[in-house]
């Protein structure tokens, strides 16, 4: 898209010239008309692979189409094309519609200039691109727990997919054409036409083209947990040429993947949707050569001699000279009677963006004082008529960021009840009403709710470790100088050495992230000692 329509033109000429067996190229001289073409592609349901937008534009310019075209095809790689070296057009295009890369024109020779931008393009979309969205279906009843559970774990791995209700004609339909009836949802018909019933992460995985089985038994790294610790971890493990595997329970992203805006990480000033940050990490990392494992959960860690052995629950194994152990926290569960029977089905843990369209119009409530719960009261906010917050503290100052704070203050249909609790949740099959208690006075009130979105602080599971990896009172693993009492080494600590500052009390197993005792729970921070873990594989496995 450009406005001067020689430009355009001369562009698509050049990009027919290459690309024109494989892809249609379409050409318009404006925003608007850009995005009609758009509108026309999804009736018709095509797939764009990439936009090129000339920035500065009369009436739209191109960060503002491709804001809104994004929102039609999420998936297509974006470009912005400018006339000269315009660094705060650049900073805006990355942190207001993520560009991929930034195009100075003329972009003669293209062979030189244009036509590597467009292949890296085409490349990126091809691996994380959208596929046709008939290919996987799922077909399942909206308040059940199952169900749900497949959708989160499809949406959290990017995977798209269209949704059936086993309540309409359609979703009856495909049931029947599976052989199978609503007592068997829920159901994931894979692009090739099999019917998985009542799935596994693992199942769905393996038919919808993640990664599950490592390609080797033995590597230089293994790296336990895919959050931003992890990701840190495989992106510098790999770039710097260890044979790296990452190994996640669900999906990357880790809990900053359920974030809907972090604004606090370097570099980003506008924010960066957690899954957006994350996803892209994801790719880096495979770009280097890290293996990516979905869906795998690991139950057991040991040293055997000089190696460092992993278990699955499958009870198959791999091992590696060096582990870095990025397990990060698990949400904590609200301890209000009748909210364990309804979790997923009105009760859901984390931001649960799956559900933000079925909040439409409704009173949304969110349990929890701190940034996330704000984070997703902002979210929810566009989605739902009200979000009330119910915090069991005084005031949100106390653990809030003032920046957030102030941003709710401004949402209109956000409203803050401090120093309550949620008390108890009713519903048949599925989230009705609540119960909340003003803790000073006692006064109970039960309110109609449909949806009630936790955010409870979180703790780390790391009992499956065993003995030998020493962990803090609350289950954090101690590393580094934490391990010493007044200047003793851990028990049945080899080395002649003190254990180096992210290692644990067995050598050779680091720790980054949230899961490391006394660590910052922030994002910068768990990348940050992914990244210093690597460095310190390297100093390891100087000394064998
Ligand atoms: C909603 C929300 C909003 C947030 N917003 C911000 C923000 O704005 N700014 C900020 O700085 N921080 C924010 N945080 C905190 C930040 O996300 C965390 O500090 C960060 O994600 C920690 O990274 P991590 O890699 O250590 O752990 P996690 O992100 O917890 O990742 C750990 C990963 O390990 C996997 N795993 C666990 N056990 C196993 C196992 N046995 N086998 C295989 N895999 C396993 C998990 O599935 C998970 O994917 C937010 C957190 C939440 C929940």
């Not at 009105?346 to 963006?353: D, I, T």
Request: charged share 25%; aromatic share 8%; glycine share 10%.
């Amino acid at each position: 898209m450009d406005d001067d329509p020689s430009v355009s033109r001369a562009v698509a000429r050049d990009l027919r010239r290459r690309y024109g067996q494989e892809f249609r190229v379409v050409r318009a001289d404006s925003g608007q008309d850009a995005l009609e073409a758009l509108r026309e592609i999804k009736l018709r349901g095509d797939t764009v692979a990439a936009m090129l937008a000339d920035y500065r534009m009369p009436q739209m310019d191109g960060i503002a189409f491709l804001e809104q075209a994004m929102d039609l095809f999420p998936h297509a790689r974006r470009a912005l094309l400018t006339a000269y070296a315009d660094t705060d057009a650049a900073i805006q295009a990355i942190n207001v519609v993520d560009v991929d890369h930034y195009l100075l024109k003329p972009w003669d020779p293209p062979e030189e200039k244009l036509y590597p931008v467009v292949d890296a393009l085409v490349e990126t979309w091809r691996a994380v691109g959208d596929r046709p969205v008939e290919e996987t279906k799922v077909i399942g009843h909206r308040w059940s727990a199952p169900t749900y559970e497949v959708r989160d774990f499809l949406a959290r791995n990017s995977v798209p997919y269209r949704w059936y209700s086993v309540d309409e004609p359609e979703g009856c339909r495909l049931l029947e054409a599976a052989g199978l009836g609503p007592g068997d949802i829920p159901v994931v018909i894979t692009p090739d036409g099999k019917a998985l019933r009542a799935p596994t992460g693992a199942e769905i995985a393996a038919v919808v083209g993640l990664s599950t089985e490592p390609a080797a038994e033995f590597y230089d790294l293994i790296v336990i947990g895919g959050g931003p610790a992890g990701l840190g971890a495989a992106v510098y493990g790999a770039s710097e040429g260890l044979r790296t595997v990452l190994v996640e329970r669900q999906a990357t992203g880790g809990q900053a993947g359920q974030s809907s805006r972090i604004e606090n990480y370097l570099g980003f000033p506008d924010g960066v949707s957690g899954s957006q940050l994350t996803e892209r990490a994801r790719r880096q990392a495979r770009k280097f050569g890290a293996e990516v494992l979905t869906a795998r959960d690991v139950v057991g860690l040991e040293a055997r001699g000089s190696a460092r052995v992993i278990t699955f629950s499958d009870g198959s194994e791999i091992a590696a000279h060096a582990v870095v152990l990025a397990s990060g926290v698990a949400y904590r569960s609200l301890e209000a009677s009748g909210c364990g029977d309804l979790t997923g089905r009105g009760v859901y843990y984390g931001s649960a963006s799956t559900e933000a369209q079925a909040c439409s119009g409704e009173d949304v409530y969110i349990v929890g004082g701190a940034n996330s719960a704000g984070q997703a009261a902002v979210f929810f906010s566009r989605h739902a008529r009200s979000v009330t917050l119910v915090v069991r503290g005084a005031s949100l100052e106390q653990s809030m960021s003032h920046y957030l704070i102030e941003q709710l203050r401004a949402i209109e249909n956000v409203h803050v009840r401090v120093g309550t609790s949620v008390v108890e949740a009713h519903g048949d099959d599925h989230l009705e009403s609540i119960t909340l208690c003003e803790r000073e006075s006692g006064t109970t009130e039960t309110v109609p709710c449909g949806h009630l979105f936790v955010f409870i602080g979180a703790a780390p599971y790391t009992d499956w470790l065993g003995e030998s990896i020493l962990r803090d009172q609350h289950g954090f693993v101690r590393t580094g100088p934490d391990l010493l009492a007044e200047g003793r080494r851990p028990q049945g600590w080899p080395l002649d050495r003190d254990p180096l500052y992210l290692e644990s009390s067995v050598p050779g197993v680091f720790v980054a992230g949230d899961v490391r005792s006394q660590s910052v729970k922030r994002v910068a921070s768990a990348v940050g000692e992914g990244a210093m873990a690597v460095t310190l594989v390297h100093r390891y496995l100087e000394e064998r």
